[in-house]
């Protein structure tokens, strides 16, 4: 009872609360994601792509070429290994790592 107690008056203070095995596995989860290698302009791209635009539409979004776009998405599908073995959806995957991260 003592520990939840602590706990709300921390919160109530604007603290945040996490128990340390939550924050244990978070940073295990991010430890060695793909991710981590794209360039911010591949973030930026990749994240249009999980809210679904086309190349055309992140082009538009960016100011860039949809060439641009086309080499960008392929330098990500690269990074993040989504080779076209076996996936039906290379964007999809791409997107879902982006989420996970």
Do not use: W
């Not at 095995?21 to 991710?35: C, K, N, P, Q």
């Not at 302009?41 to 979004?61: D, P």
């Amino acid at each position: 009872m003592e520990t939840i107690l602590l706990a709300l008056q921390q919160v109530r203070a604007g603290q945040t609360v996490l128990d340390r095995s939550i924050v244990d596995t978070l940073v295990r989860r991010h430890e060695g994601l793909l991710i981590d290698d794209l360039t911010i302009r591949e973030l930026g791209v990749l994240e249009f792509l999980t809210h679904g635009l086309s190349n055309r539409g992140i082009a538009a979004e960016l100011s860039l070429s949809v060439k641009d776009i086309e080499r960008y998405i392929t330098t990500i599908f690269r990074k993040l290994k989504l080779d076209n073995g076996g996936r039906p959806d290379r964007r999809v995957s791409a997107a879902l790592a982006f989420q996970r991260a």
